[in-house]
């Protein structure tokens, strides 16, 4: 069965870093493209971050560029998500996701269970 | 930055065929995903490549896109259906903008 575990969230204050893993199982890691999305609360999803299997293409969303940086350890099987400069309107469920595609990306099948990330300001 | 669009909202009866728009600039020139998120679950993805179904999705959930619009059809609602619907178009490589998202109520 194909699955994602995110760690990492919790609660931090305005200006500090944090940094999000993803585990992945069931499935060939190194041969998809990997995405984190979070999703605030009351507010919908919102794509942030996505990263090719070769981690030679990689994108990030306006609202996080130059703050958060999407990287991967294919040999570990691991997704991360480097957080620095939190703002409390970074506060969000954070989903690591698998797409169907290998360079770019195609459609988010599968999703982990999220990870809470909570700024105060 | 790119952006798609949907309803806040949408209503069927139940058996009914419900569509939900999804409009951005260009939109036919970009591949489109549709997913079905419902309190305290992780989302689905229902459509790839603007009208693919993953395996395991019911033929009653379809889409098609036409100029600056996709379109999701739910074709014979069902109250399990009630749910938040995202379409999402891929903007660069690795960049899938989200629409803000969609309601759908069954009653």
């Known amino acids: 069965e194909e699955q994602l575990v995110e760690s990492g969230g919790g609660l931090v204050q305005s200006g500090r870093s944090l940094r999000l893993s993803c585990a992945a199982a069931?499935?060939?890691?190194?041969?998809?493209?990997m995405h984190w999305v979070r999703q605030a609360p009351g507010k919908g999803l919102e794509w942030i971050s996505g990263?090719?299997?070769?981690?030679?293409?990689?994108g990030h969303a306006d609202a996080v560029k130059g703050r958060f940086t999407i990287s991967r350890d294919n040999a570990k099987n691991s997704l991360y998500l480097q957080m620095n400069s939190l703002r409390p309107e970074d506060t969000a469920m954070y989903y690591c996701?698998?797409?169907?595609?290998?360079?770019?990306?195609?459609?988010?099948?599968?999703w982990g269970q999220g990870t809470t990330v909570s700024v105060s300001s | 930055s790119y952006e798609v669009t949907q309803p806040l909202s949408v209503s069927v009866s139940p058996g009914q065929t419900a569509n939900i728009a999804c409009s951005g600039e260009e939109l036919s020139d970009k591949y489109t995903s549709w997913y079905q998120h419902k309190p305290g679950q992780s989302p689905l993805l229902l459509i790839y490549h603007d009208t693919q179904r993953p395996s395991g999705i019911p033929e009653r959930f379809s889409a098609s896109t036409s100029g600056n619009t996709a379109t999701l059809t739910i074709s014979g609602t069902q109250a399990m259906d009630e749910a938040d619907y995202y379409c999402?178009?891929?903007?660069?490589?690795?960049?899938?903008?989200f629409g803000g998202g969609t309601e759908l109520t069954v009653l």
């Open positions: 990263i090719s299997w070769n981690s030679l293409v990689i």
């Open positions: 069931g499935f060939n890691f190194d041969t998809y493209v």
């Open positions: 996701v698998k797409d169907l595609g290998t360079q770019q990306g195609i459609g988010m099948d599968v």
């Open positions: 999402q178009a891929w903007d660069t490589s690795t960049a899938g903008v």
